[in-house]
């Protein structure tokens, strides 16, 4: 999983305040109770049940209230699938923002030439139209995906094996039938796997059910919590890609309330931050605050002694978790 340094990216620097080690937590040293409350498990779901029933057993396993995955993938799929728990299911819109990768098993109906498939493959290449399949769960009007490659990973008689990266939201099911369509043969999905969710990758390994279970057990039965921090991990560990603006512990709790993010109450601010960027909001700590929409660049903010920088479109953080000292 891709983790980071606050300091591994360019910032701009506002003020040289530092955080209270009396509030809040570094994400990997919260109590193991909040830790869950702001976790999600890279699940790798296995072929059968429904995402559905998948978080159902993991809620129940957890005993939590709330849990949540990205992105449905059908009983018969594997693959990746993030579970995001508690408080952690408010940020799980971020996972669609990134691309997904898929490994398909498809059957021919007739005899192909490779390099006709190769050329039609680069024809699905880029912006396509697809219309979701009737046993899809949203409205089946024609929209624009984006296939960002599409590789022949291997080829026997009629069978080959494809690995597709692309939008969110793209049916592979109906990608493989429409280049089915365009070879003039015809073609079927045998078999899918979801490798890859944003910055989620199979290769970096992902957490099986049975595994997840038998780290409950040690936690409940054995007051042994290291190998459950290691299957469910800090919702921040998803953060690495996006614009951040770090907050003074004075600020935290009037975000948590829904307001504003002032200038006078960052710390520092990713460097590249233009108006419009979805930015996230972080304490001093690294904990995630909030999601937000930036109102001015980063150069205009360091510019600026006051105003308003970014607007709060979701808030994370349970209120409370900083003291209050607004008014």
Known sequence: MMSESLSSEEYILLSDEVTNLDYGFF??????????NYGFIPLDKPRG?????VVAWVRKMLQIEKAGHSGTLDPPVSGVLPIALGNATKALGLFLLGPKEYITVVRLHNDVQEQK?????????????????????VKRVTRTKRIYQINLIEKLGRLIVVKVACEAGTYIRKLVYDIGEVLGVGATMVELRRTRVFNIDEEQGLVRLHDLSAAIHKWKNENNEELIRKLVQPIENVLTPFKKVLIKDSA????????QVAIPG????????????LVVILTLKGELVALGKALL?????E?????????????????????????
């Not at 994400?27 to 869950?36: D, H, S, V």
């Not at 660049?297 to 903010?301: F, G, L, M, R």
Request: charged residues 25%; glycine residues 6%; aromatic residues 8%.
């Open 117 to 137: 498939i190769l050329d039609v493959f680069k024809e699905f290449t880029g912006t396509i139209y697809q219309r979701p399949p009737q046993r899809s769960s």
């Open 252 to 259: 935290v709790d009037a975000v948590c309330h829904g307001a």
């Open 49 to 53: 049940p429904s995402s559905h029933e």
């Open 297 to 301: 660049s980063a150069n205009e903010i």
């Open 303 to 327: 510019e600026l002694v006051k105003g308003f920088a970014v607007k709060i479109e979701r808030v994370v953080m349970d209120k409370g978790t900083y003291p209050k000292v607004w008014k």
């Open 27 to 36: 994400p990997q040293k919260r109590p193991i109770n909040i830790y869950l």
């Open 266 to 277: 960052i710390v520092k601010l990713s460097s590249n931050i233009v108006k419009g960027d």
